[in-house]
């Protein structure tokens, strides 16, 4: 089996302490990660980590039913770039003298698909998305007008076949349903239960 790069995606409950469990599993088995990610995912209370690495596939299953041990982890799924669609995000600052005097502005924008986020007297910055390979061009093209400072944000992915993890929520209540909710007949009644 040969190494490829993959997608990790992982629904999570919001907890304290669950990035470095994750970021130990990955440490243990020596695979580096290339990227990570975590946000809100179109459920409110549960967190979404996005995580790329190279490893084989093999690899990679075993480590999704890792991570799915976890207990504060609901779902771990992993994906090849075919399955996903993906962006990632990156900022350039560059001298204002520089860029106005050397270069085309709009014709840079224009071919990059970039913007201009900040414009000062000392300094520009622009913001483009794209994959890696788009956001490196446009690095290689600004370098030489004295590029002061440039960062690139960790892959935001969605899984092109996935229909939302709130319909996998769904399936799992239909197959599991939990039980009848009993009230607590002394939740109103505090002062005189717990009057010491």
Do not use: C
Not at 48 to 76: D, P, S
Not at 99 to 112: G, M, P, T
Not at 163 to 186: D, I, M, Q, R, W
């Amino acid at each position: 089996m040969f190494k490829q790069e993959f997608t990790i995606t992982i629904y999570t409950e919001n907890t304290i302490g669950l990035l470095n469990r994750i970021a130990i599993i990955f440490s243990r088995r020596k695979i580096n990660i290339e990227s990570m990610n975590s946000s809100p995912s179109e459920i409110d209370g549960i967190h979404r980590f996005t995580i790329v690495i190279n490893e084989t596939e093999e690899v990679v299953r075993k480590l999704a039913r890792q991570i799915e041990k976890q207990v504060e982890v609901l779902k771990a799924y992993y994906n090849s770039g075919d399955e996903i669609v993906w962006q990632e995000l990156a900022l350039y600052k560059v001298p204002t003298d520089e860029i106005a005097e050397k270069v085309k502005v709009e014709r840079l924008l224009r071919e990059f698909g970039a913007r201009a986020v900040v414009i000062r007297k000392d300094y520009t910055v622009f913001e483009t998305t794209g994959h890696r390979e788009e956001t490196e061009k446009l690095l290689k093209v600004l370098e030489p007008y004295g590029l002061i400072e440039f960062v690139r944000s960790a892959r935001v992915a969605i899984i092109k076949d996935s229909h939302g993890f709130h319909e996998k929520l769904k399936e799992f209540e239909a197959l599991n349903p939990s039980g009848e909710l009993v009230t607590n007949e002394y939740l109103n009644q505090q002062e005189e239960v717990f009057d010491v």
